[in-house]
């Protein structure tokens, strides 16, 4: 624990000018990020009496080891320079709110030629119009349904679209009147747009004009006597109506506004938006946090106006955003609310009326969330702490293992032989901190010489970072085994992570900049999938890098029996165990990662041609040797005079062909495991 003392700026060091500041721990990790008017008023608080702090504060910055900041010029950069800090290194002491779920959109894709309307979640993208979102997908399907008869718009994917035009014929939305079917021409780019922009006006709350010039239309059909364009137009009006409907309305016409509502305890707050366009509530979400930093409700509303609208742009900011208090500088938010939107908005609480009512609702949904995750929580967490604590138990351990790593090794007969390393945090998997590796020490098939080789490797890179940040001083005293960390039984070769496919330098340097390394975090626990060698192998490997404070075990697949590297006999965990499940769902997800991995390496050797050795010969003359000789076996009976026939093929490339296909060795015969038989080669070399 630190001495906030020890890092408090001088006197008159700090600026008293508006910025953002960032408190870093001892290895340089960004954990607080905040902003300030006045970065020495503000800064001065954090550096009083502890017993004055709050106890989450306190926590904070005895956590810390040093403090920083950047000067900004007025109070809306420092707004946005702090929703970027948070964005980018994701500290562990500022409130970060998760969606409850993955909300659907109702999407037109105005970027294509054809405009598309459709069902979309996830992140927004450039040139496409989004309504929403919605607590359903089924409820988007339903709206559209209804307004497809009056707006028959594309809704089928690019497949479909394309087969129609190849075909000339229409799919069957086209035949039933609910799409015009511009992929045959029956109507052109610029008419289908018109319907497209028709769509995104109804949808944006422009209803009554449109409803009002249909119903005159109508009356006008009937007087003339057009009986059957007047019934149509009648059950335009009708399918319009009833999509209106499924909003309800709840302000006036033109309203076109955002409520937020907070409820929280002393734990966690949970927050609702209700999305009102053109009076009508279109969407609704929420989100849940911890509250990991002091803060009040005026805060946490900062916070979710940053989260809501940091990536948004133009109409989806709207005019009037209502909220249960105001941040601590309103201006300032409301300046950068209309910078994203390009207009004006209006931040305020509402007083009386319809909204101050519609606000209410809003703050129940709140409160319901709240309850709501707080009881699936409850049970989840417990669940998991069962199963924690019955691990800590079994395996004798001081503390549970809140970080386990499993690893894996998957192959096939002995080739492509790779290994996998997939991390559970708190019961859950944690997929961003998930590692494969190539197994380059050695041919052949040994699951127990790879295992100490990957385990190897992993905790070598956990020493060379705890050296490069300054973590591990001294070297830990082994018997037998130099002091040192690069010490190992195994030489050393480049790990792969999952995300990026590219091998990390031998010690390599980077930029203190605050992320999280690669490999920077030890276990408290290694589960290794197997029984008694392949966890003698783990903690042979770990003893001869000196680390004494991981736990090993293992879990056999045959009996699920945990396996402990200094026991004679496995432990038997009865079925019902919460620990037996949470280990099995571990080992399950490695050899999942792993045997992926050992597959999709797998597909790329057997793509793999002879051709390829080749120097100088592309894919467009592999791909014209093959079609003119019919496979690689007959091209590989083929002479120099007869491969010079190709069009594209000279002399000189005709003889590199020849030499790499009579150095190649011969392919090893498929077999099909359901008959027996031979299945013999017949193309570029692949196998049918």
Not at 158 to 168: D, E, H, L, Q, S
Not at 211 to 225: Q, V
Not at 620 to 644: M, N, P, Y
Request: negative net charge; aromatic residues 6%.
């Amino acid at each position: 624990m630190a001495d906030p003392s020890s890092y408090r700026p001088k006197p008159g060091q700090i600026p008293d000018s508006p910025g953002v500041y960032k408190f870093r721990d001892e290895h340089r990790r960004v954990i607080y990020v905040g902003k300030a008017k006045n970065l020495r008023q503000r800064l001065a608080n954090y550096f009083q009496d502890l017993a004055a702090l709050h106890p989450r504060t306190r926590t904070m910055v005895t956590t810390a080891a040093s403090v920083e900041w950047t000067v900004v010029s007025t109070e809306v950069e420092a707004l946005q320079l702090e929703y970027s800090w948070i964005k980018e290194f994701d500290p562990r002491f500022n409130v970060k709110y998760r969606d409850d779920k993955s909300y659907p959109y109702l999407a037109v894709t105005l970027d294509e030629e054809f405009p598309r309307v459709q069902v979309m979640r996830g992140a927004k993208k450039k040139g496409v119009r989004y309504f929403g979102p919605y607590g359903h997908a089924w409820a988007i399907r339903e709206t559209v349904d209804l307004m497809l008869r009056v707006f028959p718009v594309r809704t089928c994917s690019a497949g479909v679209f394309k087969n129609a035009a190849r075909t000339g014929r229409p799919c069957l939305l086209g035949y039933i009147g609910k799409c015009s079917a511009p992929c045959v021409g029956r109507v052109t780019a610029e008419e289908h747009r018109e319907l497209a922009d028709a769509f995104c006006d109804f949808m944006a709350g422009r209803t009554g004009t449109y409803i009002r010039r249909l119903e005159k239309d109508m009356m006008a059909a009937a007087e003339e006597m057009e009986y059957e364009r007047a019934a149509r137009l009648r059950d335009d009006v009708e399918a319009l109506k009833r999509a209106m409907e499924k909003s309800a309305v709840v302000l006036a016409d033109a309203t076109d506004a955002d409520l937020i509502a907070v409820a929280e305890d002393e734990l966690e707050a949970a927050v609702q938006i209700f999305h009102v366009r053109g009076g009508r509530v279109r969407g609704q979400r929420g989100w849940v946090t911890d509250k990991v930093e002091n803060v009040d409700t005026a805060g946490l509303v900062e916070h979710a106006l940053q989260q809501l609208y940091g990536e948004e742009a133009g109409d989806s900011v709207p005019k009037e955003v209502l909220v249960p208090a105001l941040p601590e500088d309103p201006e300032a938010v409301s300046q950068w609310l209309a910078g994203r939107r390009g207009s004006q908005v209006s931040l305020r609480i509402p007083q009386r009326g319809d909204k101050k009512d519609l606000m209410t609702t809003v703050q129940r949904n709140a409160q319901q969330a709240l309850g709501l995750h707080k009881t699936k929580r409850a049970s989840d967490l417990t669940t998991r702490s069962r199963a924690l604590e019955e691990i800590a138990e079994v395996l004798g351990l001081d503390s549970a293992p809140l970080r386990i790593e499993c690893f894996d090794i998957s192959h096939l007969q002995g080739d492509d032989v790779v290994a996998s390393m997939v991390v559970f945090e708190d019961g859950l998997a944690r997929k961003s901190e998930y590692r494969r590796f190539q197994i380059k020490g050695f041919e052949g098939q040994d699951d127990v010489r790879s295992m100490h080789e990957v385990i190897g490797r992993r905790f070598k890179r956990y020493l060379q970072e705890k050296e490069r940040t300054g973590e591990w001083e001294e070297a830990p005293e082994t018997s037998g085994t130099p002091a040192a960390p690069e010490t190992s039984g195994t030489p050393e070769i480049p790990v792969t992570s999952e995300t990026s496919g590219i091998p990390a330098p031998e010690g390599e340097a980077r930029e203190d900049d605050g992320r999280p390394k690669r490999f920077a975090y030890p276990p408290q626990l290694v589960v290794v999938d197997g029984g008694r060698p392949q966890v003698a192998a783990a903690k042979r490997a770990l003893d001869e890098l000196g680390i004494d404070d991981v736990a090993v075990c293992g879990l056999a697949k045959r009996l699920e029996e945990v396996w402990l590297p200094d026991d004679d006999d496995p432990v038997v965990l009865p079925r019902s165990s919460e620990g037996l499940y949470l280990l099995q769902r571990v080992r399950d997800e490695a050899h999942r990662f792993a045997i992926t991995y050992q597959r999709a390496k797998r597909a790329k050797r057997i793509r793999s041609s002879p051709l390829d050795a080749v120097p100088g010969l592309g894919e467009t003359r592999k791909q014209s040797l093959i079609k003119h000789f019919g496979s690689v076996k007959k091209l590989k009976q083929a002479t120099i005079d007869e491969i010079c026939e190709v069009p594209g093929i000279g002399r000189r490339t005709a003889e590199s062909v020849a030499v790499a296909l009579a150095s190649a060795a011969p392919a090893t015969p498929a077999v099909n495991t359901a008959t027996g038989e031979i299945i013999e080669e017949d193309d570029g070399g692949s196998t049918t």
